[in-house]
């Protein structure tokens, strides 16, 4: 029966990409003639067809999902997409039997499709009429009876999924009896073997994540929920909501912040398999400023200083302490109409800090600081005194600017006494621990600032060296300081050939096509502000990382999603201080997730002791499922590479998908030599790499070391115990003192 209706859908899809391909072909034929106005609209169908049948053609492995059968509604309106609006059922939809037919089936996929009529043959998930499929539970089913997910791969049906939602029913369909199949979607799609990157899961969408996915878009969404409460998930599928909610407003772009690339790439497939692509962008924090990749973490202790926003008012103070450097010239010597001229070094000083008086951003100070040198030039030379005429005094003054201006010698003083900086420079500038001190006085103690210091002396002395994740934050706010200099306008680079023959007039629709496209891309590179941001792990944002991401959408409505519990940050309140400056007063909007679908119980269990030694108090989300196996503890000897190499080899023959091997930041380069030659399934992590992502096994190496890594360090340790899908092996090292069952002290009832 669905796969008549499928087979139905996919009919209907071909006469659609029909329809495309034709529209296409005919513009470019069309495309030769025409006047420049015609040929720009004829353009804007084609890319609107063009961006129909790549939707079409994409691979969907389910394009079509779910159904719902429902009763008759209160009123017979129907809305846009050709479904009845009514949510309550009519008063006479039930019989005194209890017998009712069922007056509207509705199909649920990827996209809307309309057949030929206009009926309804898909339903796009995001629609108004989808809701129920996703909110209906058999306390309070609305006008739903059965709520079916349909497995299909391409043009087959692969099976089916029931839940009854009213089974007190005698519901008939053309007066058939429903029948009810499987045991229900969800518990199918979480008991699947995991792969390296995550899935979509808008057949099984929970009712309190439809709520999430599909709240009003203004001010702030807030969501908190513990470890795999689907809190990602419901991110990215909002993302697709909010798109297909008001596309026009949203093509400014949605940005979703993520904290470590690893679950940039384990997420990023996502959003084009829900058919969104484009608009939304997905950065790590590392990665949030062109041309500054972070490529290494801070010992947390650095981490700490370098996150925490007295780094403000260190960086202001480097950002102007930065000018005066060891080839900063003491004088200026000049020689205008044929006299000589000299400023010394108190004339220099007064001057710098009169200008340094203003609140411009530096490099847009030079402009200034050129002008009043070259005002106290003139007052040396003199030459105003004897002239009344303020014509006059306005000609040779101009003239005395030019003569000093040509000069060599004062284009190199300018460049030397006001350099214009870049953010690289200034934090590189940061690496000499004395010149720190004078910028950190009373903000940093010296411990920290000598940590810092240290810390950056990686960068080199241009400041081209490796970044880390926290430097980033740095250097973006010393980007607002500096400003950017106006860049002088490149000449357009012109094909000698072009312009021999002319050949430019000419250009093909694709072309055409391209130039829009690299224009595009080149748009999105550049990006720096968006419509709506969403960013995922919230807890872990430092200030510093905040006031970055708070840039990035001035004017833009957030959905911010967290845990308080998996923090990694030592300073919770400040960061919290931090987060509400960068929402400002918008209106906010709380949620809470309360079901853990990723770990079974047994494992579930286990990690919620831990958090009640990390947040007393806290109540842990409630598993789903429970698989019957539990937790492993091994305790290594001598030899804990080997006793890690030995946990790993086992659970890779229990399970089908990937096994996450979580040791403590030190142990990274060593955790991949114990595993070289695995194979890919096995992925070796540093705990605080192992943030948002999952596994269908993982093995956690020494909790004692991973807890004692960091001020936050139970809560990472209770990230780390939360990854698993499946199965969980705890290797006990020489601090974790495990007793006779192997059980670490951190671990135990
Ligand atoms: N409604 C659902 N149907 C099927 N799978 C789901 C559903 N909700 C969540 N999941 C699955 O549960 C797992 C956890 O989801 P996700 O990573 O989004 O959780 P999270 O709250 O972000 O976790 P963490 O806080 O640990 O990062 C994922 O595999 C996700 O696909």
């Not at 809701?131 to 309070?140: E, I, L, Q, S, V």
């Not at 937790?631 to 804990?640: E, H, I, N, W, Y």
Request: a neutral charge; hydrophobic letters at 40%.
């Amino acid at each position: 029966m669905e796969q008549a209706h499928l087979d139905r859908v996919y009919r209907r899809l071909e006469e659609k990409i029909h329809e495309a391909e034709f529209l296409v072909d005919d513009a470019e034929k069309r495309a030769q003639v025409g006047t420049p106005g015609a040929l720009a609209e004829r353009d804007a169908q084609v890319f609107q067809a063009g961006v129909h049948l790549s939707r079409l053609n994409s691979e969907f492995e389910d394009f079509l999902f779910g159904r719902i059968d429902l009763l008759r509604g209160k009123d017979g309106r129907r809305g846009p997409d050709g479904a009845f609006t009514a949510t309550e059922v009519a008063d006479d939809a039930i019989g005194a039997d209890r017998r009712a037919e069922i007056a509207e089936t509705l199909h649920i996929g990827r996209l809307g499709v309309l057949d030929a009529d206009y009926s309804p043959l898909v339903i796009d998930w995001r629609a108004p009429a989808a809701a129920p499929f996703y909110r209906a539970t058999p306390k309070d089913p609305g006008r739903v009876v059965r709520r079916r997910v349909i497995r299909s791969k391409g043009r087959r049906v692969l099976g089916v999924e029931d839940d009854l939602m009213r089974p007190e029913l005698t519901a008939t369909l053309d007066g058939e009896e429903l029948v009810v199949i499987g045991d229900g979607a969800l518990m199918a799609a979480l008991g699947r073997a995991r792969g390296h990157t995550m899935r979509d899961i808008v057949a099984s969408i929970q009712a309190e994540q439809d709520m999430v996915i599909r709240a009003p878009a203004p001010g702030v969404t807030e969501v908190t929920g513990g470890p795999g409460t689907g809190k990602t998930a419901v991110a990215l599928h909002r993302a697709a909501y909010l798109l297909y909610q008001d596309r026009r407003r949203y093509s400014g772009g949605i940005l979703v912040v993520s904290p470590t690339p690893l679950l940039v790439s384990y997420t990023e497939g996502v959003l084009p398999s829900l058919g969104e692509e484009g608009q939304v962008a997905i950065r790590a924090l590392g990665s949030l400023l062109d041309g500054a990749e972070a490529t290494t973490y801070d010992e947390p202790a650095v981490a700490r200083v370098k996150g925490s926003s007295r780094m403000v008012q260190v960086l202001r103070r480097a950002a102007r302490g930065a000018l005066d450097n060891a080839d900063v010239p003491t004088s200026l010597r000049v020689v205008a109409f044929g006299g000589r001229l000299e400023l010394d070094a108190d004339e220099l000083a007064r001057i710098r800090r009169n200008v340094l008086g203003g609140t411009a951003p530096l490099n847009l100070m030079r402009p200034r600081a050129r002008r009043l040198v070259l005002d106290a030039l003139w007052a040396k030379s003199g030459r105003g005194r004897h002239l009344m005429d303020p014509e006059l005094i306005a000609e040779a003054r101009a003239a005395f600017d030019e003569d000093v201006s040509g000069e060599d010698a004062f284009g190199g003083f300018l460049q030397a006494w006001w350099p214009v900086l870049t953010p690289r420079r200034v934090l590189a500038a940061m690496a000499d621990e004395r010149r720190l001190g004078r910028w950190s006085r009373r903000v940093l103690a010296p411990r920290e600032t000598r940590l810092v210091a240290r810390s950056l002396a990686r960068l080199g002395a241009a400041g081209d060296g490796p970044l880390s994740v926290h430097d980033v934050a740095l250097l973006d706010e010393l980007r607002v300081l500096l400003g950017t200099p106006p860049k002088p306008p490149k000449p357009r680079e012109v094909d000698p050939l072009d312009e021999l023959t002319g050949l430019e007039e000419v250009t093909t629709f694709a072309d055409r096509n391209f130039s829009r496209r690299s224009r595009a891309e080149r748009r999105e590179q550049e990006r720096t502000e968006y419509a709506h941001v969403i960013v995922d792990e919230a807890q872990d944002l430092t200030p510093m990382q905040w006031r970055m991401v708070a840039r990035r959408g001035t004017s833009a409505t957030w959905t911010v999603v967290g845990d308080p519990a998996q923090s990694s940050w030592s300073d919770p309140d400040e960061a919290a201080r931090a987060r509400d400056e960068a929402l400002g007063s918008r209106t906010r909007r709380r949620f809470t997730l309360t079901v853990n679908y990723r770990n079974p119980a047994e494992i579930a269990e286990l990690a919620a002791r831990v958090l009640q030694l990390a947040m007393p108090g806290m109540e842990a989300p409630s598993a789903v499922r429970s698989t019957g196996v539990v937790p492993r503890f091994t305790v290594a000897g001598a030899d804990l590479g080997a006793a890690v190499r030995a946990a790993a080899e086992e659970l890779l023959a229990e399970v089908e998908g990937t096994v996450g091997v979580v040791v403590a930041m030190g142990r990274r380069a060593q955790a991949r030599r114990w595993l070289a030659g695995l194979g890919d399934r096995v992925v070796p992590l540093g705990s605080l790499e192992a943030k948002g992502l999952e596994y269908d096994a993982t093995v956690v190496v020494s909790p004692a070391e991973i807890a004692d890594e960091s001020p936050a360090g139970l809560r990472v340790l209770y990230v780390a115990l939360t990854r698993a899908t499946q199965q969980l092996t705890v290797v006990a090292g020489e601090r974790d003192e495990p007793d006779a069952a192997g059980v670490p002290d951190l671990l135990r009832d």
